[in-house]
């Protein structure tokens, strides 16, 4: 892969969901599937929205680590990126990545108690194409 930011930027912003990966209570790995996310800074700081109250959400509470896998089905390519992920609940935050539709969730709105942000920043990857892996450095000028 001649530049990751440019490689694993277009296959971030071409996807329709992707999977979160975190620690459950007893220590084993977990993914959910989420929506595309609302904003990326490069490929190292990524932007979710998701509900407060759930599962993930208390597990990054107590335990930042996590993944972000996305995949691009057409050509049988994937990356898995490592890093740590944040709670964010500060009113910029959720107005920023706020969208049209998002009411049909939260029925409270940008204010709901139970919309919240998640900002994940990568430290590493692995990138998967034409029958290999590599792993890559993130990054740091995105």
């Not at 329709?16 to 996310?37: E, H, I, Q, T």
């Not at 009411?103 to 919240?116: A, H, I, M, N, P």
Request: hydrophobic share 35%.
């Amino acid at each position: 892969m001649r530049d990751a930011g440019v490689t694993i930027g277009k296959m971030i912003d071409k996807c329709k969901n992707c999977f979160l990966g975190y620690l459950d209570a007893d220590g084993f790995p977990a993914v959910r599937a989420m929506l595309k996310p609302r904003e990326r800074v490069g490929i190292r700081e990524i932007w979710f929205s998701t509900n407060t109250s759930s599962n993930k959400v208390k597990r990054f509470r107590e335990n930042p680590n996590g993944c972000v896998y996305f995949v691009d089905t057409r050509f049988f390519r994937g990356v898995c990126l490592s890093g740590t992920v944040e709670v964010v609940e500060t009113a910029e935050a959720k107005e920023r990545l706020w969208r049209m539709g998002d009411s049909l969730y939260y029925k409270g709105g940008v204010t709901d108690e139970d919309y919240c942000v998640l900002k994940f920043t990568a430290k590493k990857g692995r990138y998967y194409s034409s029958f290999k892996s590599e792993d890559f450095a993130i990054p740091q000028d995105d």
